[in-house]
């Protein structure tokens, strides 16, 4: 999950029949961040979520969670097997729980 639930947004414009042009059009927010924003690739300004939100006739926060903390994704990677990838990913886990 994200500040911006991208895919609730986009599901809400599908079920009103709104293409991402009409929506850019009757908002004026950039045909691009509509296409970004509801493929989740990029965030947006409150103003530009203000304005989908609106012209949907949708709650702000329906999509929008203000105080959701950004996760931070760690990645270990080795092509070799037997490496120690799975005890290595465990013991981050267990040290960060902890």
Do not use: W
């Amino acid at each position: 999950m994200v500040k911006l639930d991208y895919a609730r947004l986009k599901n809400i414009r599908l079920e009103q029949d709104i293409t991402q042009k009409e929506l850019a059009t009757a908002t004026g927010v950039n045909l691009s961040t509509i296409k970004q924003i509801e493929t989740g690739r990029s965030a947006t300004d409150l103003e530009n979520i203000e304005k989908l939100c609106a012209y949907l006739e949708v709650d702000i926060n329906e999509i929008y969670h203000p105080d959701f903390h950004d996760t931070k994704v760690l990645c270990m990677l080795n092509n070799k097997g037997g490496c120690g990838k799975t005890s290595l990913c465990s013991g981050i886990a267990t040290s960060m729980a902890e």
